[in-house]
């Protein structure tokens, strides 16, 4: 018996050793390192230095840092609704399993299997002003990306562009999973199918929508290869998401503590929204259907 | 026209512009990269090329600006990656579903929470340790950080482990079978949807990454094909034919494969994602 136990420690510990040093080494030290640059003052070059809170009241009142987050948020805002609703509606189409559904299946997450990056410059190529092929379509010359006010709705649409299929994949799965027998009840009762969408499909779908929303939220909060790709930024900042300003934070102008900073506050929020989610999505009556 | 038939015709037309708007960006890209830039100067965007050429793709491949290097490396990195977190995700998911060791469940429960910790905050960090080590603009840099393998995998294999009936394995140890020979013959043939799955994402993600060759690579030696294809892009800024002949190289390989496997990828995406 005792031999057994020490049998079954010595080889669970064993299986578990590359996975638990990979996890320790390069997730959980990086996030102790992490909190530790947040409290320096350093530049790669020159000793680093204590700067106690420093770079947190820097991030709290940075006129650069606190547009970052202002624009991540509207990013989020202009990406999140859009993505979801197209996403479900995409799901509702090809639910109807017309012949030739999963052939448009495949060819809607096509964007999504390309590299952000690649997309990304593929688009800008798109919405260049002189050549590009959306001004060629249009008939205009609107200078998309160097616009203040038309960059960060570009960039939004190209990242939902590259989703939708995606997200389209997760609601048709949800969608499977609703018994049949509950739209034909309520058909039968006289439902008309906005009727059903509304009483039955949405509130059945709720995990699914739950999942999409958090999980959407939480990637939009750290787009960074289109951002690269398509504007660096610009112009002025005013594609600044957070992920691409902890990038020119710490290897642009190489301030190391700031830009950890930002990445914990970040992550503080990204783990609130994770946890509340969980806690909300808990809460909430689950509807059991059996089957 | 029954209203039957009158939804069934608009279900198409909608689907159809769907597929226009999502090919849309290739095809026009691809058709300019077979174009000469004298023809995409005089704004001609939407026409067939005149004449077609390859010359763009004979030049990203060769001379000046090869992307062939990148290409070799991305492919070694995603292959020693793909070995890497399968191998090692397969073992820690077997240990924690089906080896009753001292700490297991406060040690998933670890990793659980393990999987909140967003790319974002790791990369500065990352950065400061890999150069202290002398890591920078090196293979093992490059791979390092996720050749181990992601809570997210070990999560996932583990739900599938639990669900091989644990009468095989006890068969297979009463035949005098240790553990790896159980995972080998057993475990892992049992589990080939889910392996090819996580075996898919694992190439997917790798050949796409960016954030990470970008900062840990510099010069064009370990340099990967999104990398190269970026400083490409900033190099010739405004050479669409060239750049866009990049960027369809890039892609190909990827979509291809994607094509491939398709039904089996996105039924199982869902699978992955969720529960």
Not at chain 2, 10 to 17: E, F, K, P
């Given at each position: 018996m005792r031999t057994r136990r020490t049998r079954d420690a010595v080889t669970g510990w064993a299986l578990l050793a590359p996975s638990l040093l990979g996890t320790v080494v390069f997730l959980l030290v990086p996030v102790g390192v992490a909190l530790w640059l947040s409290l320096q003052r350093w530049d790669l070059v020159s000793p680093a230095r204590w700067a106690g809170l420093d770079n947190y009241a820097t991030v709290l009142s940075d006129a650069g840092i606190?547009?970052?987050?202002?624009?991540?948020?509207?990013?989020?805002?202009?990406?999140?609704?859009?993505?979801?609703?197209?996403?479900?509606?995409?799901?509702?189409?090809?639910?109807?399993?017309l012949p030739g559904s999963t052939f448009f299946r495949v060819l809607y997450?096509?964007?999504?299997?390309?590299?952000?990056?690649?997309?990304?410059?593929?688009?800008?190529?798109?919405?260049?002003?002189?050549t590009g092929a959306l001004n060629a379509i249009l008939g205009t010359r609107v200078e998309w990306l160097t616009s203040h006010t038309l960059a960060l709705p570009a960039v939004a649409f190209v990242t939902v562009w590259t989703q939708v299929g995606y997200v389209a994949l997760f609601f048709l799965a949800g969608l499977a999973g609703i018994p049949a027998q509950l739209a034909d009840a309520a058909r039968?009762?006289?439902?008309?199918?906005?009727?059903?969408?509304?009483?039955?499909?949405?509130?059945?779908?709720?995990?699914?929508?739950?999942?999409?929303?958090?999980?959407?939220?939480?990637?939009?909060?750290?787009?960074?290869?289109?951002?690269?790709?398509?504007?660096?930024?610009?112009?002025?900042?005013?594609?600044?998401?957070?992920?691409?300003?902890?990038?020119?934070?710490?290897?642009?102008?190489?301030?190391?503590?700031?830009?950890?900073?930002?990445?914990?506050?970040?992550?503080?929020?990204?783990?609130?929204?994770?946890?509340a989610q969980r806690w909300w999505f808990g809460r909430r009556t689950t509807y059991e259907v059996a089957s | 026209m029954t209203r039957r038939t009158a939804g069934v015709v608009?279900?198409?037309?909608?689907?159809?512009?769907g597929a226009v708007l999502a090919l849309g960006p290739?095809?026009?890209?691809?058709?300019?990269?077979?174009?000469?830039?004298?023809?995409?100067?005089?704004?001609?965007?939407l026409t067939w090329p005149a004449p077609w050429t390859g010359q763009n793709y004979a030049d990203v491949l060769?001379?000046?600006?090869?992307?062939?290097?990148?290409?070799?490396?991305?492919?070694?990195?995603?292959?020693?990656?793909?070995?890497?977190?399968?191998?090692?995700?397969?073992?820690?998911?077997?240990?924690?579903?089906?080896?009753?060791?001292?700490?297991?469940?406060?040690?998933?429960?670890?990793?659980?929470?393990?999987?909140?910790?967003?790319?974002?905050?790791?990369?500065?960090?990352?950065?400061?340790m890999f150069a202290q080590a002398?890591?920078?603009?090196?293979?093992?840099?490059?791979?390092?950080?996720?050749?181990?393998?992601?809570?997210?995998?070990?999560?996932?294999?583990?739900?599938?482990?639990?669900?091989?009936?644990?009468?095989?394995e006890d068969a297979a140890r009463l035949d005098g079978?240790?553990?790896?020979?159980?995972?080998?013959?057993?475990?892992?043939?049992?589990?080939?949807?889910?392996?090819?799955?996580?075996?898919?994402?694992?190439?997917?993600?790798?050949?796409?990454?960016?954030?990470?060759?970008?900062?840990?690579?510099?010069?064009?030696?370990?340099?990967?094909?999104?990398?190269?294809?970026?400083?490409?892009?900033?190099q010739y800024n405004g050479n669409w034919t060239l750049v866009t002949a990049a960027t369809t190289l890039a892609m190909a390989p990827l979509v291809v494969l994607f094509l491939l496997v398709n039904k089996h990828v996105t039924e199982s995406i869902s699978l992955t994602g969720f529960r």
């Open positions: 606190r547009h970052s987050f202002a624009v991540t948020l509207l990013f989020t805002v202009l990406v999140i609704p859009v993505q979801t609703a197209l996403g479900l509606f995409v799901a509702v189409l090809l639910a109807r399993r997450v096509v964007p999504w299997v390309c590299a952000p990056l690649v997309v990304g410059l593929v688009w800008r190529w798109v919405f260049d002003p002189s039968v009762d006289g439902a008309g199918p906005w009727r059903v969408f509304w009483s039955i499909t949405l509130p059945l779908l709720r995990p699914t929508t739950s999942f999409v929303l958090i999980t959407g939220i939480i990637s939009s909060f750290q787009v960074f290869d289109t951002v690269y790709a398509m504007t660096g930024g610009g112009p002025g900042g005013a594609t600044s998401l957070l992920a691409y300003e902890i990038y020119s934070e710490a290897f642009t102008a190489l301030r190391m503590g700031r830009a950890a900073a930002i990445a914990v506050v970040l992550t503080v929020v990204l783990v609130v929204l994770t946890l | 608009g279900t198409y037309l909608v689907l159809l512009a290739y095809v026009l890209s691809l058709l300019t990269s077979l174009k000469e830039p004298a023809q995409l100067a005089r704004r001609a965007t060769g001379g000046q600006y090869t992307l062939v290097p990148a290409l070799v490396v991305t492919v070694q990195v995603v292959l020693v990656l793909l070995v890497g977190q399968l191998v090692c995700s397969v073992l820690a998911a077997y240990a924690f579903a089906r080896v009753p060791f001292p700490g297991r469940r406060l040690l998933f429960g670890g990793y659980l929470a393990t999987m909140m910790v967003p790319q974002v905050v790791t990369i500065v960090p990352l950065y400061v002398g890591l920078r603009n090196t293979f093992w840099g490059i791979v390092l950080p996720t050749l181990f393998g992601s809570p997210f995998a070990v999560y996932l294999l583990r739900e599938h482990f639990r669900a091989v009936p644990q009468d095989l079978c240790g553990t790896l020979r159980i995972l080998r013959h057993v475990v892992v043939p049992l589990s080939r949807p889910v392996l090819a799955t996580l075996a898919v994402i694992t190439v997917v993600s790798q050949w796409n990454n960016f954030l990470w060759p970008l900062i840990i690579t510099t010069g064009p030696t370990w340099q990967t094909l999104t990398v190269a294809t970026a400083n490409l892009q900033s």
